[in-house]
T-cell receptor, first 113, second 113 residues
Framework: SAVISQKPSRDICQRGTSLTIQCQVDSQVTMMFWYRQQPGQSLTLIATANQGSEATYESGFVIDKFPISRPNLTFSTLTVSNMSPEDSSIYLC??????????FGSGTRLTVV | DQQVKQNSPSLSVQEGRISILNCDYTNSMFDYFLWYKKYPAEGPTFLISISSIKDKNEDGRFTVFLNKSAKHLSLHIVPSQPGDSAVYFCAAADSNSGYALNFGKGTSLLVTP
């Protein structure tokens, strides 16, 4: 299965600033997903990022707030823009592997103060 | 709305006994189901999956049962070990609609010696 390196693992950011989260995969994958887990909640899909096309955002998430890049089949970034305390969450990337399984990054714990 | 529900936020089981974690879903289009285990400060780790063409899948101490008519699945861990203590997430996907996972809120399992 694929191995994902996700950075940073945690950060504390000032409100109004932006943070870019990176995920590097050790193999080429077509489908990559970005999730958010707010305190006490389930993982919620933010967007699906396939290489060569615009990311597809779920209801409640917009590109201006969460721009995503997917420049190649092994890398993606998610930016959390103009942050507020409500954006404090764990953010996770995930890939669909060729065997039909899903692998997750270790997550980014974001605290906005 | 929450399409995947784990109604028990926590479960405590004695070592050696069976742990049963339950999950219900509302979307009849879901055809692929997974269980993930998550330790603090780590991303979810895949445990076991089942497709809708099966009603049972077994992997070592872990067995997943699927009851499509009841839209219910369960994860059995036998025998339970202290190292199984973690948060367990149930997830479901519609393979005809992009493969994105829908997660439950998780059940925190504590296995006591």
């Amino acid at each position: 299965s694929a191995v994902i390196s996700q950075k940073p693992s945690r950060d504390i950011c000032q409100r109004g600033t932006s943070l870019t989260i990176q995920c590097q995969v050790d193999s080429q994958v077509t489908m990559m997903f970005w999730y958010r887990q707010q305190p006490g909640q389930s993982l919620t899909l933010i967007a699906t990022a396939n290489q060569g096309s615009e990311a597809t955002y779920e209801s409640g998430f917009v590109i201006d707030k969460f721009p995503i890049s997917r420049p190649n089949l092994t890398f993606s970034t998610l930016t959390v823009s103009n942050m507020s305390p409500e954006d404090s969450s764990i953010y996770l990337c995930s890939v669909l592997t060729g065997s039909g399984g899903y692998t997750f990054g270790s997550g980014t714990r974001l605290t906005v103060v | 709305d929450q399409q995947v529900k784990q109604n028990s936020p926590s479960l405590s089981v004695q070592e050696g006994r069976i742990s049963i974690l339950n999950c219900d879903y509302t979307n009849s289009m879901f055809d692929y189901f997974l269980w993930y285990k998550k330790y603090p400060a780590e991303g979810p780790t895949f445990l076991i999956s089942i497709s809708s063409i099966k009603d049972k899948n077994e992997d070592g101490r872990f067995t997943v049962f699927l009851n499509k008519s009841a839209k219910h699945l369960s994860l059995h861990i036998v025998p339970s070990q202290p190292g199984d203590s973690a948060v367990y997430f149930c997830a479901a996907a519609d393979s005809n609609s992009g493969y994105a996972l829908n997660f439950g809120k998780g059940t925190s399992l504590l296995v006591t010696p």
